[in-house]
Antibody, heavy 121, light 109 residues
């Protein structure tokens, strides 16, 4: 059974960098065939795709966040990570990691439980 | 970028059928995927592709598509189907970009 688990600080100060890690079990990131994604949900709001990474390191980002987001992968550790720089209160959200299909049809089939990150001083 | 629109809320009587729609130009090029989210929980994939259900999803959930509209139908809605439902699609204005609809709250009466 594929499982994803987010980890990282629940509180980040404004202007700092938000850093989260997703640990994958039951699947191999390095095997390919899937993209490893970050998605967020502002409190009481809908879902927003942040971006994803392939095992090779190729990354794709939401244009609205691209200037502040970096996604990286550590296949040996079965982890991939998210960094969002220069955060503001608008970055307060539940952050999910998820696995995305590698081709058509497109979908996100496994999700982590989500982790709430609050941006506040 | 592309946008997807959904009705904010719909209600259905227990055991009846409800259809949730999602509209957007990207749906002319890509199938929608659909996610169920209950309060405090992560989304769950319920439909993807033309009309595919992941393992464990009841067959009362089905999907369809026509033109710029994708639909999720729950036939014989159960109390446990009360949730928010989000559609998702590749964005047809950019390479490897995705967009979610704003979600539809389904209430089972």
């Amino acid at each position: 059974q594929v499982q994803l688990q987010e980890s990282g600080p629940g509180l980040v100060e404004p202007s700092q960098t938000l850093s989260l890690t997703c640990t994958v079990s039951g699947a191999s990131i390095s095997r390919g065939g899937y993209y490893w994604s970050w998605i967020r949900q502002h409190p009481g709001k809908g879902l927003e795709w942040i971006g994803y990474i392939y095992y090779s390191g190729s990354t794709y980002y939401n244009p609205s966040l691209k200037s502040r987001v970096t996604i990286s992968v550590d296949t040996s550790e079965k982890q991939f990570s998210l960094k969002v720089s220069s955060v503001t209160a608008a970055d307060t959200a539940v952050y999910y990691c998820a696995r995305a299909s590698g081709g058509s049809p497109y979908y996100f089939d496994y999700w982590g439980q989500g982790t709430l990150v609050t941006v506040a001083s | 970028s592309s946008e997807l629109t959904q009705d904010p809320a719909v209600s259905v009587a227990l055991g009846q059928t409800v259809r949730i729609t999602c509209q957007g130009d990207s749906l002319r090029s890509y199938y929608a995927s659909w996610y169920q989210q209950k309060p405090g929980q992560a989304p769950i994939l319920v439909i993807y592709g033309k009309n595919n259900r992941p393992s464990g999803i009841p067959d009362r959930f089905s999907g369809s598509s026509s033109g710029n509209t994708a639909s999720l139908t729950i036939t014989g809605a159960q109390a446990e189907d009360e949730a928010d439902y989000y559609c998702n699609s590749r964005d047809d204005t950019g390479y490897h970009h995705y967009v979610f609809g704003p979600g539809t709250k389904v209430t089972v009466l």
